[in-house]
């Protein structure tokens, strides 16, 4: 029992390296969504928007993640 806590104490850190990463990520996601708080304009075919410069990023990074999704649950299925 006694060991179990000296592990955790003498590790030093309470946060895993994942959980670092997302802290960092959102950090820095938060302070690029203050610098780019300006509007700008996208045009598509028939559709036309004007949105906050860091709703684009985040719709192509979200485009961008479900096709590696895709891409990464179609390779597991053809190997």
């Known amino acids: ?3 179990d806590g000296t592990n955790r104490e003498s590790s030093g850190s309470r946060f895993s ?3 670092i990463i997302g802290l960092v990520a959102v950090a820095v996601f938060l302070v690029f969504v203050f610098q780019n708080s300006a509007q700008g304009e ?3 075919l028939w ?3 004007q949105l906050p410069v860091w ?3 985040l719709i192509v990074f979200a485009l961008g993640w479900i096709a590696g999704w895709f891409a990464h649950g179609r390779s597991k299925k053809s190997g």
């Open 1 to 3: 029992m006694s060991d």
């Open 17 to 19: 390296s994942k959980q």
């Open 42 to 44: 996208i045009g598509f």
């Open 47 to 49: 559709f036309n928007a």
């Open 55 to 57: 709703v684009f990023f």
